[in-house]
């Protein structure tokens, strides 16, 4: 079994990116540009929309059922070392 931490929080970036913390104190940036090329989250080219992420028991979601398992987030994520980057 894959070993993966849940976000805790989220901050929208520009260029489609989320600037995320996760339970084990890291962070890191996710980047969502390839969700774009899904019908179920293409809505996020909306700015409007995808700066409307939140974080529901450890997921990313967006308004509409838009969502992002903790896991990609955490697999997928560049992570940082400084907890700078976010304040959130």
């Known amino acids: ?13 520009p260029d489609y990116k ?6 084990n104190g890291q962070s890191g940036i996710f980047d969502c540009k390839y969700l ?4 179920i989250s293409a809505p ?3 700015y409007n929309l995808f700066n409307q992420v939140r974080v529901e028991h450890g997921t990313l979601c967006w308004p509409n059922d838009i969502d ?7 697999e ?3 992570k940082q070392y400084t907890s700078e980057l976010l304040a959130v």
């Open 1 to 13: 079994m894959l070993s993966y931490a849940k976000t805790v929080s989220a901050k929208p970036l």
């Open 18 to 23: 989320v600037a995320v913390v996760f339970n």
């Open 36 to 39: 774009l090329d899904y019908e």
């Open 44 to 46: 996020l080219a909306d």
């Open 68 to 74: 992002v398992a903790p896991e990609t987030v955490w």
């Open 76 to 78: 997928a994520s560049e």
